[in-house]
C-alpha cells in the first residue's frame, strides 16, 4: 500500500499542502478548525511523517507523555498515581508531560496534537479499556507507547501488567476461610479492563455476592456503602477497588454502629498511607517500583527496540485490623495467614 503523503492529505481534507505542513507541525498561520481538520485526516490515512524530516527538525522531544482522564480535584486523593509518576520519573532522564483531561475523547486528540507537534517521544497509556482506541491510534501514528496494566488488550504495543484476576481471587480465597460468604465488591468504572478482570474473578469465586459500582472517589465509597449495610441481609466483608472508597467505607460502619472487623470486615485495592493509619487489610505492591518497569520499557521502545510484555509481581495481602473471622464462624477456624503489619 503507497504510503499517505502530505499531498494527499491536503486532497482529503480540502485544504492546501502548505496549510497541512502548518497544522502537522504546530504552527500559527491556520485556524484551529483547520488544524482539527487536517489532524483528523493525517490520523484516518495513517499518515507518518518522514523519518528523515523529523530527524532534520528535531532530533527529540526529550519529552514523555502521561494523559489521566480524572476529575481534576479527584487526582489529588489518589496515592497510586503519585506513586507511580515518581517510579516512571526516577528511570527518566526526559521530562514527563502530564495533563489531566475530562474525556477520552480529550485524551486523543491531545495524543494527536503532541504527535503532530513533535511534543513527545512517546507515552504511556493508562486505564486501559476493553475495547480500547487509543492502542490502534498509537500503532497508527507509530508513536512509541507503553500499555500499563493492559494484559492481554495491547496489541502491538509493551505492556506491564499485574495479574488483577488472580489478586481478586487471593482476596477472596483468604475471606471465605475466615468464615465470610456474604461478600461484597465496590468497584472502580465499568469501563476499564482491570475492573472487568476483578468482576469476573469475583464471580467466580463468590456464591452469595454483590458489586456495587464506585468511580473511586470517597463519596462514592460511602455511598455504596451505606447500600451495602441498608440490604436485608448486609454482607459480612467487603471489598473496595481503591483505598480511598475503603477509608470512606469505614467511616460510614463507624457511624451507622458496624463494628469492624468483628462485624463486618474490610479489605482496600492498593495499599497507601491511608490504609496504613487506618489499619486496613488491603492489597499491597511496590507502585513505584511498577512505575519504574514502566518506563524502562517506554525507554527501550523509543530507543528502537521491540515492544515487551512484562507481567509484574503479584500484589500481597497485608493483614491488618479491618478483617477478622465472620460473626457466625467460631474464632478458632484454620485460615492461611498473609503477612501481617
Not at 184 to 192: D, E, P, Q
Amino acid at each position: 500500500m503507497k504510503r499517505p503523503t502530505i499531498k494527499d492529505i491536503a486532497a482529503a481534507a480540502g485544504v492546501s499542502k502548505g496549510a497541512v505542513s502548518l497544522a502537522l507541525n504546530g504552527r500559527s498561520g491556520v485556524s484551529e478548525r483547520t488544524r482539527s481538520r487536517v489532524l483528523e485526516v493525517a490520523s484516518t490515512l495513517g499518515y507518518r511523517p518522514s523519518v528523515t524530516a523529523r530527524a532534520l527538525s528535531s532530533a527529540s522531544a526529550d519529552a514523555v507523555g502521561l494523559v489521566l482522564v480524572r476529575p481534576p480535584r479527584a487526582l489529588g486523593d489518589e496515592a497510586f498515581f503519585f506513586q507511580l509518576i515518581a517510579g516512571m520519573q526516577s528511570e527518566m532522564s526526559c521530562a514527563l508531560l502530564l495533563q489531566v483531561v475530562d474525556s477520552r475523547e480529550a485524551e486523543i486528540a491531545l495524543y494527536q496534537r503532541w504527535w503532530a507537534e513533535h511534543r513527545v517521544d512517546g507515552v504511556f497509556l493508562v486505564d486501559l479499556l476493553v475495547s480500547d482506541p487509543r492502542v490502534e491510534l498509537m500503532s497508527a501514528l507509530g508513536l512509541p507507547a507503553v500499555v500499563v496494566g493492559g494484559a492481554g488488550h495491547h496489541g502491538e504495543l509493551a505492556s506491564v501488567w499485574a495479574d488483577d484476576y488472580a489478586a481478586m481471587t487471593s482476596v477472596v480465597e483468604y475471606l471465605k476461610s475466615l468464615g465470610h460468604q456474604r461478600i461484597a465488591r465496590v468497584a472502580g468504572l465499568a469501563s476499564l479492563l482491570h475492573t472487568v478482570r476483578r468482576d469476573s474473578a469475583f464471580a467466580s469465586s463468590v456464591v452469595d455476592g454483590v458489586v456495587v459500582a464506585g468511580d473511586y472517589t470517597a463519596e462514592s465509597g460511602a455511598r455504596a456503602t451505606r447500600e451495602l449495610l441498608g440490604m436485608a441481609a448486609p454482607p459480612t466483608a467487603i471489598v473496595y477497588d481503591n483505598d480511598v472508597m475503603a477509608v470512606a467505607g469505614a467511616e460510614v460502619a463507624a457511624s451507622l454502629g458496624v463494628a469492624v472487623p468483628s462485624e463486618l470486615s474490610l479489605v482496600a485495592w492498593d495499599d497507601s498511607v491511608l490504609c496504613q493509619h487506618g489499619r486496613l487489610t488491603a492489597l499491597s505492591r511496590d507502585t513505584f517500583a511498577f512505575g519504574a518497569r514502566a518506563a524502562r520499557a517506554l525507554v527501550a521502545v523509543i530507543g528502537g527496540a521491540s515492544p515487551t510484555d512484562v507481567e509484574d509481581v503479584l500484589p500481597e495481602l497485608v493483614v491488618r485490623g479491618s478483617t477478622g473471622t465472620a460473626p457466625a464462624v467460631q474464632v478458632g477456624c484454620e485460615h492461611p495467614t498473609p503477612r501481617v503489619r
